[in-house]
């Protein structure tokens, strides 16, 4: 796993605005395993992308717009439904998002005549994180700075309410663990929940404060990584966003500097970083669904970078 650790983006895409978030289809759900979404001051962008290390007969990226969205709002985060597909007939495309005003927003389209939304509401502060259900998709899990964790079916309706000790700052559906949710809260806190019985069966307890995010590794899941005060954490039930193909591999951004985020990606076994990056003003974080590549949003450009296993 030699290579040089500072490196430039290896692929960008410009975009019309500001991205605030970003996020990769994260479902193998036929033709859409390539689906990515990425959302700006009032808009959010569909598209797809086709890399090098997929097909020997593309150079570097290939990206195409399918579908650009009024969102009338800035976005703050998004999330794919596992019913979207691009191999149906017609397409179909699901997702959600949250918003500066304090709403979820569930879109659907079929990249044509069709094209949805319905808002939930009930969060009375910012939301920091939300989710589909990853085995039906007919659940919508979000978190806030009103310290609640809501669950919402599809028709808008809470059908679960968890009270918090402070603001919810990570939230993560496991597809191998499909009643179970993950909570994290900035307090440094973060609890397993049982979505049968509604009661907490595990927490975790960061020293380190605040806690700012926390994913389920999607390899393994005895494996949670946090980002907390000035470090990174790794827990291990049995004795940050981890990569969807590699229980090793996770991501990190940070904000040294008032215009510049650093980007960096670690492995388990590195005490150093594999991989540094830096950001002007970088927003957003998701992995690519098969390959090591990670991509984030910028002042008017989606950055991709690649390492190696």
């Not at 989606?302 to 190696?308: D, K, S």
Request: net charge negative.
């Amino acid at each position: 796993m030699k290579q040089d650790a500072t490196r430039n983006a290896a692929y960008t895409v410009d975009c019309e605005d500001y991205v605030h978030v970003v996020e990769f289809n994260p479902f193998d759900t036929g033709d859409s395993g390539n689906l990515i979404a990425y959302g700006g001051n009032n808009y959010v962008v569909i598209g797809t992308c086709t890399f090098q290390e997929e097909e020997a007969d593309i150079e570097g990226l290939q990206y195409k717009t399918l579908q650009t969205i009024h969102h009338g709002i800035r976005v703050g985060g998004i999330a794919w439904s596992p019913e979207t597909r691009l191999d149906s007939l017609p397409p179909v495309i699901k997702f959600c998002t949250s918003a500066a005003d304090m709403k979820i927003r569930l879109f659907t389209s079929d990249l044509q005549d069709k094209n949805e939304y319905k808002v939930l509401e009930g969060h009375s502060d910012f939301i920091n994180g939300l989710v589909f259900d990853p085995k039906e998709g007919h659940g919508i899990a979000s978190v806030s700075d009103d310290h609640t964790c809501r669950i919402w079916n599809l028709d808008g309706v809470q059908t679960s309410h968890f009270a918090l000790n402070s603001p919810g700052m990570s939230v993560c559906w496991h597809p191998e663990e499909s009643f179970k949710l993950m909570v994290a809260e900035k307090n440094g806190t973060i609890r397993f929940y049982d979505l049968m019985s509604q009661q907490a069966i595990l927490s975790l307890e960061s020293e380190q404060i605040p806690l700012m995010s926390a994913h389920w590794c999607l390899k393994n899941t005895f494996k949670v990584g946090a980002v907390a005060g000035n470090d990174w954490l790794i827990w291990d039930i049995t004795r940050s966003r981890w990569s969807t193909i590699n229980e090793n591999l996770f991501a990190t951004t940070g904000y040294p500097g008032k215009m510049a985020s650093q980007f960096q990606i670690h492995h388990l076994g590195h005490p150093q970083p594999i991989l540094l990056g830096s950001v002007v003003v970088g927003s957003g974080l998701s992995w690519h669904r098969t390959l090591p590549l990670c991509v984030v949003g910028g002042d008017h450009k989606l950055l991709f970078w690649v390492t190696e296993m």
